[in-house]
């Protein structure tokens, strides 16, 4: 990745960050240990004025190497 892309992407993170910080807390949270094979991760998303929509994964362990990997890419 270039530097300039780099840098956009860091400071996307971190105006993220600022503006969702529960949300990062709550990612940091539920990462930082080790993730286990069977764990299922939830998602909803509701937008304004619409039903909201579910779904859901159980993770296998090809997902947990990459979150390894992505884990790594984030230090």
Do not use: C, W, Y
Not at 10 to 23: D, G, I, L, V
Not at 28 to 33: D, K, L, M, N, R
Not at 59 to 73: C, I, P, T
């Amino acid at each position: 990745m270039n530097p300039v892309s780099m840098m956009k992407m860091m400071n996307a993170k971190k105006r993220f960050t600022e503006n969702h910080p529960k949300f990062v807390a709550f990612f940091s949270a539920v990462f930082s240990g080790e993730m286990e094979e069977g764990t299922v991760i939830e998602l909803k998303v509701t937008k304004p004025g619409r039903e909201p929509v579910m779904t859901n994964i159980r993770v296998q362990q090809s997902d947990l190497e990459l979150l390894r990997e992505l884990k790594e890419l984030a230090k």
